[in-house]
């Protein structure tokens, strides 16, 4: 199992309890905490190493090439997801039996001030969290990225639990951070980058990037993110989740989507009215060095 972690001294200990029964070796790449993150992974047996943070897909990776893992699956968690106990009977019953996939999905069930976000499009979400060693690797993205696996994928039943415990402003500078790197991988995909849309994807995955990509992507800025938020909260049943699923759909739906719209056109600014290179543009506005 790899965790990827930074200042998650109030996660981790929980996130490790969860799989203490099914995993064999747990890995923690620590990207420089400042609290006692890797101290409580050590004292539960993690083996821990620390690395510079570049985005999500170069640490993973690193971790996959640097600290050997040598088990036959791989389950990748971050550090605020718990695994439930329905899921890790069905994890265990999979790991110690014998199965034609190399790779499977399980549902991710997230929490937003303690509630669960049923509607909206956000539940059931399948991600690929589990694979065979030397079957699976992190695409090559800023943001949204996957996991490709090289062969037959299959489902897991039993839920992940995504419940982070930090408070809303650490919610909202932490999509801040995502919306930079958001905006970058839109730029990119206008600039031809490939971004790996069909190899190795499950299909719920694949959908949901050949929609970005091939639709929302090209509806106007700012107005698309509104699109998608009376699309998400009115059509596909968002407001069933109440005031708790209002604040989170409008943030996560309407807010994070047009800021990263604002950022988008902050580069274009710069680009034009500084003169100055996409590389440099993006920098400055997004402080990303590419």
Request: hydrophobic share 45%; with cysteine.
């Amino acid at each position: 199992m790899i965790i990827l972690t930074y200042n998650e001294e109030i996660h981790i200990a929980r996130c490790l309890e969860s799989v203490a029964s099914i995993a064999s070796k747990v890995v923690v790449v620590d990207s420089g905490s400042t609290d006692s993150t890797r101290a409580i992974a050590l004292k539960l047996g993690a083996a821990v190493y620390t690395n510079k943070w570049r985005n999500y897909s170069e640490q993973f990776n690193w971790a996959l090439d640097n600290t050997g893992p040598h088990t036959e699956w791989i389950l990748r968690l971050d550090a605020d997801e718990i695994v439930s106990k329905e899921l890790a009977k069905t994890l265990e019953a999979v790991l110690n039996g014998e199965v034609a996939e190399r790779g499977f999905t399980i549902t991710r069930r997230i929490y937003f001030l303690g509630k669960w976000i049923r509607w909206g499009g956000i539940y059931p979400a399948r991600m690929l969290r589990l694979w065979r060693s030397g079957f699976g690797r992190c695409e090559s993205r800023w943001m949204d990225e996957h996991i490709l696996v090289d062969g037959l994928v299959g489902h897991i039943a039993g839920d992940l639990y995504d419940k982070n415990l930090n408070n809303i402003g650490w919610w909202t500078a932490k999509h801040n951070s995502y919306a930079s790197r958001e905006a970058l991988d839109l730029l990119l995909s206008e600039h031809g980058v490939d971004h790996e849309l069909d190899r190795g994807f499950n299909k719920q995955a694949k959908a949901k990037r050949w929609l970005k990509i091939g639709v929302y992507s090209r509806l106007p800025l700012g107005w698309r993110s509104m699109a998608y938020f009376v699309f998400r909260y009115f059509v596909l049943l968002g407001f069933l989740d109440g005031s708790r699923g209002f604040a989170f759909h409008f943030l996560q739906g309407f807010w994070y989507r047009f800021l990263v719209d604002a950022k988008i056109c902050e580069v274009r600014l710069r680009m034009t009215r500084d003169r100055i290179s996409f590389e440099e543009a993006v920098a400055v506005s997004l402080d990303i060095k590419l």
